[in-house]
């Protein structure tokens, strides 16, 4: 972990947090997701809009395990990447590549995993989810790309 600076990187994503929510006041938001250097959020308002225009332009997208995958990938959230990690804000991008690397299994104690993990417990002890109106279910997490 000393390669990421996990206090420096959570000040970071609060303060990215409250510049987004200040533009974002009418919406309710469900999800918040790190995605590899990504900062990603979606509202329930724009996966809906998401929903109709997949069903309009590729059709399906119909049975209630369809609808949550969309909802829950963040590749298709309206906010995804809306503000992102660099060497700056103290994010070690070696260190992530070499992680996307590793096999599944070392990929759960990985520098990065374990810095994003901490940051990602750092965010739920926080408070910095007030600054947007969230669903009674909204959820924090990091994505894992597993190919």
């Given amino acids: 972990m000393a390669n990421f600076d996990t206090v420096k990187l959570t000040k970071y994503i609060e303060q990215e947090i409250l510049t987004f929510a200040k533009d974002h006041q009418n919406e309710t938001f469900y999800g918040f997701a790190i995605d590899a250097n990504l900062l990603c959020l979606n509202s329930i308002e724009k996966f809906e809009e998401t929903l109709r ?23 298709d959230w309206t906010y995804q990447g809306f503000a992102e990690l660099s060497d700056s804000e103290g994010f070690d991008k070696q260190s992530y590549l070499d992680h996307y690397h590793m096999d599944d299994e070392d990929q759960t104690s ?11 417990k750092n965010l739920k002890q ?17 994505v894992e790309h597993n190919y």
Avoid: H, V
């Fill in 126 to 142: 926080s408070d910095i989810f007030s600054s947007l109106s969230i669903t009674a279910d909204f959820y924090i997490c990091r």
């Fill in 53 to 75: 225009k997949y069903q309009e332009k590729w059709g399906g997208y119909t049975t209630s395990d369809e609808i949550q995958d969309l909802k829950n990938n963040t590749g």
């Fill in 110 to 120: 990985s520098d990065y995993a374990i810095a994003m993990n901490t940051i990602i």
